[in-house]
């Protein structure tokens, strides 16, 4: 279990460690498809596994197990939970244009002051949501027809943009806006969170075929175990309602301030 495979497009992983990535990928999976925040999971052990020099190749090679995931994930909400398709679409598109050109300048954008910018606004969110304990019980629409679909579009092309740059708990701060500021329930929210979250990863997907920077044989090995969790969480929200999906967002949050902190301290 711990000799090299050896399998083209699996970047010299052993058997152990294929296993590990998949049961990770399961796990972001279920993860993000309740709430968002599953990259917290997947994207480190990645990290971990594959060779230092191939970061890129990890960031790639996670967009198409997330594009996988959140495209079943937002199957499973579409045939259990209503999603207002009207103002969804929009906002997808405007996002996936968001997530390609987060890609592409990816490279010239300040990480470290990224961090602290996001790591700020999940301690606003997770506070904000904490003190309101009837937030999202109920969907309470704050605006007409034509200007809910404005401020998604507006915030999907913001949220896109950050996706595209890899940044962690984009599905999380898009299940916030439409809670927060648009007045979905928790789980409506998550499921049209997931159709925009399909754009945003589709949009950084293109990206990175086109520069050639995925590991083909483990990205499609990982795809089917992180979209297996996907089904799993969508079940689960679906099932289970807003009051279940609101304490795991507000676990999520809490764990990826600890994770975005810990990045900080630890100057990486």
Known sequence: MFTALGWPGFADLTLAGLVFLCCAAFLAGAVDAIVGGGGLIQLPAMLL?????????????????AVAGTTAAAWTYAKRTPVPWRSALPMAAVAFLGALGG???AASLPQT????????????????????????????????????????VAGGLVIGFYDGIAGPGTGSFLVFLLVGLVGFAFVGASATAKIVNVATNLGALLFFIAAGKILWGLALVMAVSNASGSVLG????????????????????????ASLGWKLASGL
Do not use: C
């Not at 596994?49 to 197990?65: D, Q």
């Open 234 to 257: 969508a079940a689960l929200a679906s099932s289970r309602g807003s009051v279940f999906v609101r304490k795991v967002f507000l676990t999520v949050v809490v764990a990826l301030v």
């Open 103 to 105: 890609a592409v300048f």
């Open 49 to 65: 596994l594959v060779p230092g020099g191939n970061i890129i190749y990890s960031l790639g090679t996670n967009k198409l197990a």
């Open 113 to 152: 002051v990224l961090t602290v910018v996001v790591l700020v606004a999940l301690v606003g969110v997770g506070i904000y949501t904490w003190r309101k304990p009837d937030l999202g019980s109920v969907a309470a629409p704050r605006f007409g027809p034509v200007q809910q679909t404005w401020v998604m």
